[in-house]
Each structure stands twice: as C-alpha cells, then as structure tokens.
Antibody, heavy 124, light 107 residues
Framework: EVQLVESGGDLVQPGGSLRLSCAASGFTFSDHYMDWVRQAPGMGLEWVGRIRNKANSYTTEYAASVKGRFTISRDDSKNSLYLQMNSLKTEDTAVYYC???????????????WGQGTLVTVSS | DIQMTQSPSTLSASVGDRVTITCRASQSINSWLAWYQQKPGKAPNLLIYEASYLESGVPSRFSGSGSGTEFTLTISNLQPDDFATYYCQQYDSYSLTFGGGTKVEIK
C-alpha cells in the first residue's frame, strides 16, 4: 500500500525557515518524481514544485510564488522527500501535501497518491 | 503560466442528479488534464487522468471529456459520497496549475 507521511509543520515567524519531510513507503520511491502541493486555509490547491528521479538528474521545477525561496530535495536511501522553506511569508500559511507522480512514458505526468498533509503557519 | 478556470464555483444538486463541471485552460493542453476529488480535512483523490481515463477503483458514474482548452467532469446518478470539492489540474507544462475548485453541495 502506498503511504506518504508528511511532518515538520509548525508555527514560524515571517522571514523564518522551516524544513518539511515526507516519508514514503509501499512503492519504489527512487523510480518516481515527487510533488509538493499546498492549500491555504479555506482555499484551493496550489502546486508548489516537483523533483524528478535520478535518471532525470533530480531536476526540479517550482511555482513562481516560491521560486528562489523554497528548495525540494530527496534522499532515495531513506525514501524521503524534503521541502526547505526560507524567507517565509504570511501567505505561505497552508497545509503542505507531498504527492507521488505516476510513472509513465510521457513527459507529462500527474500525481496519483497524496499524503495527509502538514500545517505550516507563518505568523508573528 | 497556464490558467485553469473552473465553473461553477459552487453547485447545488440532489442525490440521483447528473452534474457537470467545466474546466477551461488559457491555452491548449491537449489532453493533459486530471480531476481530483477532495473532502474536508482530507487529501485530494485522483478520479480522472489524461482528460478521460478513469482511475482504477473510481466508480463508473464519474466520467471526463474534452481536449485542447475545454474539459468537463460529469457525475451521473450523484451519490451521497460525492458531495465534495472537485479540482482540475493541467500537467501539460512544467509549471502545473489547478482550477479554483467546484464545491458540490446538497440541494
């Protein structure tokens, strides 16, 4: 069974930093690209970014709203995904989900399994 | 970035109804569109991918159609478990984007 468990959410002051983790199990983590998606309270879903697999050089993509402030990384030996968030703003307050990207032969890929999320609150 | 516009934002319906949600892309995304269902306090759940392919385990009353810039999600014979919020997502570009969501409420 695919399981994704996020952790690390907390209350942090504006301008601060936080690192989220996502522990994966039930599938071959190293094969898959992984996404981070967030949801502000009462709002819709916002894609944050993606990290590809080793075969694709662990390259990353980011939403414009977080580019230069957030960094996605992974440790395939630990089946773990990370989101380093720096220079946090109040508008970064959200539940952060990690999501597995489905394997396919296409360049275009979508997420098929999601974790339950971890809450990040940015407030003074 | 490709903008995704969903309509309506809220939909009131009764059990047994047929409902249709529309998603429009600001430029062609071919068929690179997914639909997700989300219930309060829960993670999204994949329903449809590549615009019209039903995810394994999803009831056949859900269907998707469209290509290019206009897409629809149809739920036939609406069931109590279907009252939720639905999101479309384009994955044609390297910067993925979601629609604003459609909340399906009990009439």
């Amino acid at each position: 069974e695919v399981q994704l468990v996020e952790s690390g959410g907390d209350l942090v002051q504006p301008g601060g930093s936080l690192r989220l983790s996502c522990a994966a199990s039930g599938f071959t983590f190293s094969d898959h690209y992984m996404d981070w998606v967030r949801q502000a309270p009462g709002m819709g879903l916002e894609w944050v970014g993606r990290i590809r697999n080793k075969a694709n050089s662990y390259t990353t993509e980011y939403a414009a709203s977080v580019k230069g402030r957030f960094t996605i990384s992974r440790d395939d030996s630990k089946n773990s995904l990370y989101l380093q968030m720096n220079s946090l703003k109040t508008e970064d307050t959200a539940v952060y989900y990690c999501a597995r990207v489905r394997l396919s032969g296409y360049v275009q890929k979508y997420s098929d399994y999601w974790g339950q999320g971890t809450l990040v609150t940015v407030s003074s | 970035d490709i903008q995704m516009t969903q309509s309506p934002s809220t939909l009131s319906a009764s059990v047994g109804d047929r409902v249709t949600i529309t998603c429009r892309a600001s430029q062609s995304i071919n068929s690179w569109l997914a639909w997700y269902q989300q219930k309060p306090g829960k993670a999204p759940n994949l329903l449809i991918y590549e615009a019209s392919y039903l995810e394994s385990g999803v009831p056949s009353r859900f269907s998707g159609s469209g290509s290019g810039t206009e897409f629809t999600l149809t739920i036939s014979n609406l069931q109590p478990d279907d009252f939720a919020t639905y999101y479309c997502q384009q994955y044609d570009s390297y910067s993925l984007t979601f629609g604003g969501g459609t909340k399906v409420e009990i009439k």
